[in-house]
């Protein structure tokens, strides 16, 4: 058979497409964008049809209604990264969060420690010799495509085509859907006083030449902003937002110092909005690989002047950072921050940064100002950069390095970038904790 004859006889309406999914079924959803929400909306609809079906996903933008608790006896969350959709589920008792390491998720599925029997996901139509595009994503959806017993697809021509390990042939999926719709979009973060100071400070910190890791959330696309002075910076990226395309249309990304992928923006996945995916599309300068590659510490090492951007929730007096939870809630996952803080740290030139950049407080909706510095982690919460891996936390007061120095000293530090109103009370808890005066 052709690919053209193939994929016509595999082309059905979604409800026909879900129908393949049985009640038991372990559903692993396309990561990010690549999340098919043509084909999750009609799973949900027919949610009568099933009966304990554990849905999984990592980073999700979407509505997460197979967590509502009305369907609790049909569908279950666990995943790897709790968001707006899934946060409740967890709480309320009837989700599960898996704590893994992003990079780790397709060696899980490679070696059966996670098994799914069907794999949804989202892909370009078909190109002229008949590959679809996963266009947004590699991340772990490129193994879970490989192993999942069963793939539906929805064709959205909207997706773009990317270079790299998104493209598969229409053979290796078992149900098209034909659905065109915008792709999901996250909007760039509000850039105030504190973000453009924080920007300032790491920026003093990155080298012309650097190659650059951002995670995900508000500061490190918000640091981005303040680059615009530097020369020929690089990206090998777990993810990448609008923030990338102003610094390539700038000249200031050109990939022309990497030591690894020379000339190439590498990534896992895109979130952002039409304006990337349409910078995305087509675009030889950007390859997306699978996360057991782009994250894998040994390969981040062998970008010189390696620096990773990340942000936290709290950061301790020994510099344990908290990056996923708010006490015993599940806030987030650990993504790949600890990847790539160890990759910089691992950096074969001895010339990698590792950066936790965040505010100094928060402000809660009812006005309530919290520090995030603060001498002891919440009750309940986990620590996702650890003591010995955390190196250099910024705040828009400073920047205080950890490494080699010892707890008073990483504490004393820490306070000075704390916000003014707070620090005489750290001060406080200081002398407490450690027995001697300030
Ligand atoms: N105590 C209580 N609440 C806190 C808090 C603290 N110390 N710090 C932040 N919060 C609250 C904020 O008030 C905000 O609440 P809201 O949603 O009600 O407005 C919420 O937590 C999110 O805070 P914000 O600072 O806006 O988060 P962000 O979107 O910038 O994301 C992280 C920051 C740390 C959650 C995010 O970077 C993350 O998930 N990191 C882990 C994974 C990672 O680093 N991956 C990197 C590779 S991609």
Redesign the pocket.
């Given at each position: 058979m052709s690919w053209r004859e193939i994929y016509e006889s595999r082309k059905c309406t979604a409800d026909e497409a879900v129908k393949l999914i049985k009640s038991n079924d372990n559903v692993i959803l396309g990561h990010c964008i690549c999340e098919p929400t043509g084909l999750v909306d009609a799973m949900v609809a027919n949610y009568e049809n099933y009966e304990n079906v554990t849905v999984a996903h990592m980073v999700s933008l979407g509505k997460g209604e197979y967590t509502k608790p009305e369907l609790k006896k049909h569908f279950r969350w666990e995943g790897f990264f709790c968001g707006g959709g899934t946060r409740k589920a967890v709480e309320e008792g009837h989700g599960d969060i898996i704590p893994v390491y992003f990079q780790d998720v397709p060696r899980w599925i490679r070696n059966g420690l996670l098994e799914y029997d069907v794999c949804m996901v989202m892909v370009s139509p078909p190109n002229e010799a008949g590959y679809c595009s996963m266009g947004v994503e590699s991340g772990y959806t490129y193994q879970a495509v490989k192993s999942a017993k069963i793939v539906l697809a929805q064709v959205n021509k909207n997706m773009p085509r990317t270079f790299g390990d998104t493209f598969f042939h229409v053979s290796e999926f078992d149900r098209f859907v034909e659905m065109d719709m915008p792709l999901v979009e996250s909007k760039p973060p509000v850039i105030g006083e504190a973000e453009k100071a924080i920007g300032k400070y790491c920026a003093s910190l990155i080298e012309d030449g650097a190659t650059l890791q951002l995670?995900?959330?508000?500061?490190p696309d918000a640091v981005l902003s303040e680059l615009k002075d530097k020369k020929h910076l690089g990206i090998h990226s777990?993810?990448i937002a609008d923030g990338v395309v102003d610094l390539v249309e700038a000249g200031v990304i050109d990939c022309s110092e990497k030591t690894l992928h020379n000339g190439k923006m590498i990534v896992t996945f895109l979130m952002g909005t039409k304006r990337l995916y349409e910078f995305a599309d087509n675009n030889p300068m950007l390859e997306l690989k699978p996360v057991d590659y782009v994250n894998d510490p040994a390969v981040i090492a062998k970008n010189n002047k390696m620096v990773s951007i990340?942000?936290?929730?709290?950061v301790d007096f020994m510099g344990q950072v908290v990056?996923?939870s708010?006490g015993t809630r599940q806030?987030?996952?650990?993504?790949?921050?600890v990847d790539?803080v160890r990759g910089a740290a691992m950096a074969e030139d001895g010339k990698g940064v590792s950066i936790i950049a965040m505010p100094s407080v928060?402000v809660?909706?009812d006005g309530t100002v919290?520090s995030?510095i603060r001498p002891y982690i919440d009750h309940g919460a986990a620590v996702?950069t650890n003591r010995y891996d955390v190196d250099y936390i910024v705040t828009e007061y400073g920047i205080a390095r950890m490494k080699g120095k010892n707890l008073k000293e990483r504490a004393r530090a820490l306070i000075d970038i704390a916000h003014p109103d707070v620090r005489e009370e750290l001060k406080e808890e200081f002398e407490k904790r450690f027995n001697v005066a300030w």
């Amino acid at each position: 058979m052709s690919w053209r004859e193939i994929y016509e006889s595999r082309k059905c309406t979604a409800d026909e497409a879900v129908k393949l999914i049985k009640s038991n079924d372990n559903v692993i959803l396309g990561h990010c964008i690549c999340e098919p929400t043509g084909l999750v909306d009609a799973m949900v609809a027919n949610y009568e049809n099933y009966e304990n079906v554990t849905v999984a996903h990592m980073v999700s933008l979407g509505k997460g209604e197979y967590t509502k608790p009305e369907l609790k006896k049909h569908f279950r969350w666990e995943g790897f990264f709790c968001g707006g959709g899934t946060r409740k589920a967890v709480e309320e008792g009837h989700g599960d969060i898996i704590p893994v390491y992003f990079q780790d998720v397709p060696r899980w599925i490679r070696n059966g420690l996670l098994e799914y029997d069907v794999c949804m996901v989202m892909v370009s139509p078909p190109n002229e010799a008949g590959y679809c595009s996963m266009g947004v994503e590699s991340g772990y959806t490129y193994q879970a495509v490989k192993s999942a017993k069963i793939v539906l697809a929805q064709v959205n021509k909207n997706m773009p085509r990317t270079f790299g390990d998104t493209f598969f042939h229409v053979s290796e999926f078992d149900r098209f859907v034909e659905m065109d719709m915008p792709l999901v979009e996250s909007k760039p973060p509000v850039i105030g006083e504190a973000e453009k100071a924080i920007g300032k400070y790491c920026a003093s910190l990155i080298e012309d030449g650097a190659t650059l890791q951002l995670g995900i959330g508000a500061i490190p696309d918000a640091v981005l902003s303040e680059l615009k002075d530097k020369k020929h910076l690089g990206i090998h990226s777990e993810m990448i937002a609008d923030g990338v395309v102003d610094l390539v249309e700038a000249g200031v990304i050109d990939c022309s110092e990497k030591t690894l992928h020379n000339g190439k923006m590498i990534v896992t996945f895109l979130m952002g909005t039409k304006r990337l995916y349409e910078f995305a599309d087509n675009n030889p300068m950007l390859e997306l690989k699978p996360v057991d590659y782009v994250n894998d510490p040994a390969v981040i090492a062998k970008n010189n002047k390696m620096v990773s951007i990340n942000s936290a929730l709290q950061v301790d007096f020994m510099g344990q950072v908290v990056a996923c939870s708010i006490g015993t809630r599940q806030f987030s996952g650990v993504g790949g921050q600890v990847d790539f803080v160890r990759g910089a740290a691992m950096a074969e030139d001895g010339k990698g940064v590792s950066i936790i950049a965040m505010p100094s407080v928060t402000v809660k909706k009812d006005g309530t100002v919290i520090s995030k510095i603060r001498p002891y982690i919440d009750h309940g919460a986990a620590v996702t950069t650890n003591r010995y891996d955390v190196d250099y936390i910024v705040t828009e007061y400073g920047i205080a390095r950890m490494k080699g120095k010892n707890l008073k000293e990483r504490a004393r530090a820490l306070i000075d970038i704390a916000h003014p109103d707070v620090r005489e009370e750290l001060k406080e808890e200081f002398e407490k904790r450690f027995n001697v005066a300030w």
